[in-house]
């Protein structure tokens, strides 16, 4: 929330009253849930995803039908080395170490480590924690890191996106050299609560919608136009594109 002038407010577009989906009709959502996502979840899934709405910024997290996205993804590729931006309660992280072979790694990244450690002794009675290499601080320079090893460069099947959207267009550029040609690169909340199509001045924003909603305009712009990679963007959740590195 944040205030107008006269005393009112104006709603974020994300919160946790509402399910992070673009579908119009919470009962098709819930239908979706129930009837494919629910009875397919691994039970620590289940368990990280009930502790994570408990906290009082779980909205934040990726919804359960976005991690079965990943996890087939991930399957149908034959990913083994990824690289996560954004880890808050490894609710991605969790859906991504399940779907890795046992010798695969994730390098999860995030400013706050605290938050992964809500989310870490549910990880590890998963029996995957060995495959959760976590590095704490600001994404840029962390991918810098990995980018100033040579051995790194391409070497890395997969990478997801969820964190900082006004930095999505620079992440890009560092994901490109190190994601290898034909490997996956996504971008969460690319849609961002159907804000990106709305007409200026239909609907009150909060200033940090406005951000992240002209963010996400350009990056998709960017997207669109970029012969570096095969893209897709897909309406679940807050919007995912998901791009095949073709060059
Ligand atoms: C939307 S949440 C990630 C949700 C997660 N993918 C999941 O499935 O639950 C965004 C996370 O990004 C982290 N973050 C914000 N800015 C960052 C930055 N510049 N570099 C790395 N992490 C950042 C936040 O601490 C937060 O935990």
């Not at 993804?73 to 309660?89: D, M, Q, R």
């Not at 890795?100 to 480590?113: C, F, L, Q």
């Not at 938050?115 to 924690?129: N, R, S, T």
């Not at 620079?170 to 961002?192: F, I, P, S």
Request: net charge negative.
């Amino acid at each position: 929330m944040a205030a107008k002038g006269g005393g009112e407010q104006v709603a974020d577009v994300h919160s946790s009253e509402r399910a992070k989906t673009l579908l119009q009709s919470d009962a098709l959502y819930e239908y979706m849930l129930k009837t494919m996502v629910y009875p397919r979840e691994n039970e620590f899934q289940r368990e990280l995803r009930l502790i994570t709405k408990e906290h009082s910024y779980g909205f934040m997290s990726s919804p359960p039908d976005e991690g079965q996205l990943l996890s087939l993804l991930l399957k149908l590729t034959g990913a083994k080395n990824t690289i996560e931006v954004g880890v808050y309660t490894g609710c991605s992280v969790l859906a991504t170490a399940l779907a890795i072979p046992d010798d695969g790694k994730i390098v999860a990244i995030d400013i706050n480590r605290d938050y992964f450690d809500m989310g870490l002794p549910v990880i590890a009675k998963a029996g995957v924690a060995h495959k959760v290499d976590f590095r704490e601080g600001p994404a840029g320079p962390i991918l810098d890191e990995l980018l100033a090893d040579e051995a790194r460069s391409g070497s890395f099947d997969f990478a997801f996106v969820d964190a900082d959207k006004p930095n999505y267009g620079n992440y890009h550029e560092q994901l490109l050299k190190l994601v290898r040609v034909g490997g996956v690169l996504a971008y969460d909340n690319t849609l961002w609560a159907g804000t990106v199509a709305l007409p200026d001045g239909e609907r009150e924003f909060t200033e940090h919608d406005k951000a992240i909603r002209d963010a996400m305009r350009e990056f998709n712009a960017k997207i669109g136009a970029d012969a570096r990679v095969e893209p897709v963007q897909l309406p679940v959740a807050d919007g995912i594109t998901i791009c095949r590195r073709v060059a």
